[in-house]
């Protein structure tokens, strides 16, 4: 135990730069003690950078420090070299993995060529010509690196706590405003709903009002006949009793004052007709009814917008792989009130399947009237993704806005001819793609499976073909001004049958 105590001791009275117990030790201003040669060499060196600093702590100084043989820490030193810490501190571990192995000296050097320590030995034999400096040079410029390396760190922690902070306060920002918004939205649909009960109870009232008028006075009309028929069986009844009167002279007297009868009620003007009565306000209210969802459904469209649009932090990176394309995949069906009658819609609206024969739909200002196309129902914000499988003649999987031209044969109604829409037109051989009536050529394999990536914020429209890889058809990158819907038609506007289909996956 003393002799582990001596060496633990011992260690502490080693050089730094030589690490071998202290020869004529000097103590330098930062507290740190080396022998004599060892700084002075190690000045000596820094003197061409006119820098003087302690290898340990690299505290500088200027001027260069005066050194002065610290007495009291040479007289300890001596003191234990007497004690035979010196062969002690020799085989210790620390020491021997600075001992050069081939030349058994102490590696005060340092090879930068090689980037290892070496004795000096080392640098005059095998390192000849090397680039070689002393180890403290080394160890003083990578302390210089190592801080500007940990300044750097710093600065980088320092910015990202500082962003932490940010995004906190975004949170709680977004927070707060989503909490209002709800709060409004639910004050307002309240509003609406309060709205729409009073107008409810008012037709309501309206009825009931009207009904009562109606009853009232068809059941007036009806006491005054009522009236007329008990008047009119007495009076029949004087008549049948004067009928078998057989004093001819009493019946001559009594019957001018008999046979008058009273003016009769205007029957003529009870006209009973086949009404429909409040039937009428069903189909009003029905008209209502339809239209508010209309509205309704329009104005959704601009609520999920604007709430798509609600986006923190930088929009995400596209997605690569089939599996992350899905994680945005959409239910879509197409809109039947949109179809051209040349089109029969099937599987619950998802599969269009172009006709020879017209189909039977009713009247609506939204069809397509002069071309084989069709819009999906939901209209497409945020980030979304759906798949297209086809089948026999060409098709266009494509989108727009919902304020597309229906009406004619125009190129303002066709998908990819006009600045409304944007088209994918699939062939059994090629690809091409149209928007305001331009074309580009589209290379790729073909498949009968077509997948679209929308991200509305990032004005990010990607047609892909799906097999067992996806490949990358076109790319759009513009600025959408409006909600999106899936659209499918026949670029042909003459349509030979062949069975051609398109159904959402």
Same mark, same amino acid.
């Given at each position: 135990?003393?002799?582990?105590?001596?060496?633990?001791?011992?260690?502490?009275?080693?050089?730094?730069?030589?690490?071998?117990?202290?020869?004529?030790?000097?103590?330098?201003?930062?507290?740190?003690?080396?022998?004599?040669?060892?700084?002075?060499?190690?000045?000596?060196?820094?003197?061409?950078?006119?820098?003087?600093?302690?290898?340990?702590?690299?505290?500088?100084?200027?001027?260069?420090?005066?050194?002065?043989?610290?007495?009291?820490?040479?007289?300890?030193?001596?003191?234990?070299?007497?004690?035979?810490?010196?062969?002690?501190?020799?085989?210790?571990?620390?020491?021997?993995?600075?001992?050069?192995?081939?030349?058994?000296?102490?590696?005060?050097?340092?090879?930068?060529?090689?980037?290892?320590?070496?004795?000096?030995?080392?640098?005059?034999?095998?390192?000849?010509?090397?680039?070689?400096?002393?180890?403290?040079?080394?160890?003083?410029?990578?302390?210089?690196?190592?801080?500007?390396?940990? %300044? $750097?760190?710093?600065?980088?922690?320092?910015?990202? !706590?500082?962003?932490? @902070? =940010?995004? *906190?306060?975004?949170? /709680?920002?977004?927070?707060?405003?989503?909490?209002?918004?709800?709060?409004?939205?639910?004050?307002?649909?309240?509003?609406?709903?309060?709205?729409?009960?009073?107008?409810?109870?008012?037709?309501?009232?309206?009825?009931?009002? %009207? $009904?009562?008028?109606?009853?009232?006075?068809?059941? !007036?009309?009806?006491? @005054? =006949?009522? *009236?007329?028929?008990? /008047?009119?069986?007495?009076?029949?009844?004087?008549?049948?009793?004067?009928?078998?009167?057989?004093?001819?002279?009493?019946?001559?007297?009594?019957?001018?004052?008999?046979?008058?009868?009273?003016?009769?009620?205007?029957?003529?003007?009870?006209?009973?007709?086949?009404?429909?009565?409040? !039937?009428?306000?069903?189909?009003?209210?029905?008209?209502?009814?339809?239209?508010?969802?209309?509205?309704?459904?329009?104005?959704?469209?601009?609520?999920?917008?604007?709430?798509?649009?609600?986006?923190?932090?930088?929009?995400?990176?596209?997605?690569?792989?089939?599996?992350?394309?899905?994680?945005?995949?959409?239910?879509?069906?197409?809109?039947?009130?949109?179809?051209?009658?040349?089109?029969?819609?099937?599987?619950?609206?998802?599969?269009?399947?172009?006709?020879?024969?017209?189909?039977?739909?009713?009247?609506?200002?939204?069809?397509?009237?002069?071309?084989?196309?069709?819009?999906?129902?939901?209209?497409?914000?945020?980030?979304?993704?759906?798949?297209?499988?086809?089948?026999?003649?060409?098709?266009?999987?494509?989108?727009?806005?919902?304020?597309?031209?229906?009406?004619?044969?125009?190129?303002?109604?066709?998908?990819?001819?006009?600045?409304?829409?944007?088209?994918?037109?699939?062939?059994?051989?090629?690809?091409?793609?149209?928007?305001?009536?331009?074309?580009?050529?589209?290379?790729?394999?073909?498949?009968?499976?077509?997948?679209?990536?929308?991200?509305?914020?990032?004005?990010?429209?990607?047609?892909?073909?799906?097999?067992?890889?996806?490949?990358?058809?076109?790319?759009?990158?513009?600025?959408?001004?409006?909600?999106?819907?899936?659209?499918?038609?026949?670029?042909?506007?003459?349509?030979?049958?062949?069975?051609?289909?398109?159904?959402?996956?």
């Amino acid at each position: 135990m003393a002799q582990q105590g001596a060496q633990l001791d011992g260690a502490k009275f080693c050089c730094s730069i030589c690490l071998d117990l202290l020869k004529d030790p000097v103590t330098i201003l930062c507290g740190h003690s080396y022998c004599m040669s060892c700084i002075k060499g190690f000045w000596d060196e820094e003197d061409e950078k006119k820098i003087c600093s302690c290898p340990q702590c690299r505290q500088t100084f200027t001027p260069r420090p005066v050194l002065v043989k610290n007495t009291m820490l040479a007289d300890i030193v001596e003191e234990l070299k007497k004690t035979g810490l010196q062969a002690l501190v020799g085989p210790s571990k620390k020491l021997q993995e600075n001992i050069c192995s081939r030349h058994d000296e102490v590696m005060k050097m340092f090879c930068r060529t090689d980037q290892q320590s070496i004795c000096y030995l080392c640098s005059v034999d095998e390192h000849k010509g090397h680039d070689t400096v002393s180890a403290a040079a080394e160890r003083t410029e990578r302390q210089r690196e190592l801080e500007v390396s940990r %300044q $750097q760190i710093q600065q980088r922690i320092q910015d990202r !706590e500082k962003d932490v @902070k =940010l995004l *906190q306060q975004e949170v /709680e920002a977004v927070s707060r405003s989503a909490d209002k918004a709800v709060e409004d939205s639910e004050k307002i649909f309240t509003e609406l709903i309060l709205l729409i009960q009073k107008r409810s109870s008012d037709v309501k009232q309206q009825i009931r009002s %009207q $009904q009562e008028t109606e009853v009232s006075r068809v059941k !007036e009309l009806q006491e @005054k =006949l009522e *009236q007329e028929i008990t /008047e009119l069986k007495r009076k029949d009844a004087e008549l049948k009793q004067l009928s078998h009167t057989e004093d001819h002279n009493q019946f001559l007297h009594n019957y001018p004052s008999l046979s008058q009868l009273s003016e009769p009620t205007d029957s003529f003007s009870i006209n009973i007709r086949p009404l429909r009565y409040f !039937e009428d306000v069903t189909a009003a209210v029905s008209e209502l009814r339809d239209q508010l969802q209309d509205i309704l459904r329009e104005k959704w469209t601009n609520i999920s917008l604007t709430v798509a649009e609600v986006d923190v932090l930088l929009s995400e990176p596209e997605p690569k792989t089939r599996a992350e394309f899905l994680k945005y995949s959409r239910e879509i069906t197409l809109d039947p009130n949109t179809v051209n009658t040349r089109l029969l819609l099937s599987d619950g609206n998802r599969k269009a399947t172009f006709m020879s024969q017209k189909q039977s739909y009713s009247s609506h200002p939204d069809r397509f009237t002069g071309w084989c196309q069709v819009l999906s129902r939901e209209s497409l914000t945020g980030r979304c993704y759906w798949e297209v499988e086809w089948r026999g003649g060409a098709i266009r999987v494509a989108v727009a806005y919902k304020n597309i031209s229906r009406a004619g044969g125009s190129n303002e109604c066709i998908f990819g001819l006009n600045d409304k829409s944007w088209a994918l037109r699939c062939d059994t051989n090629s690809y091409i793609f149209w928007f305001n009536n331009i074309t580009s050529p589209v290379s790729g394999p073909q498949s009968s499976r077509v997948g679209v990536y929308l991200d509305h914020s990032a004005g990010i429209l990607s047609f892909y073909s799906v097999s067992e890889t996806m490949t990358l058809l076109h790319r759009v990158q513009t600025t959408f001004t409006q909600p999106l819907y899936f659209a499918v038609g026949d670029p042909t506007k003459s349509f030979a049958p062949d069975n051609t289909a398109a159904s959402i996956l």
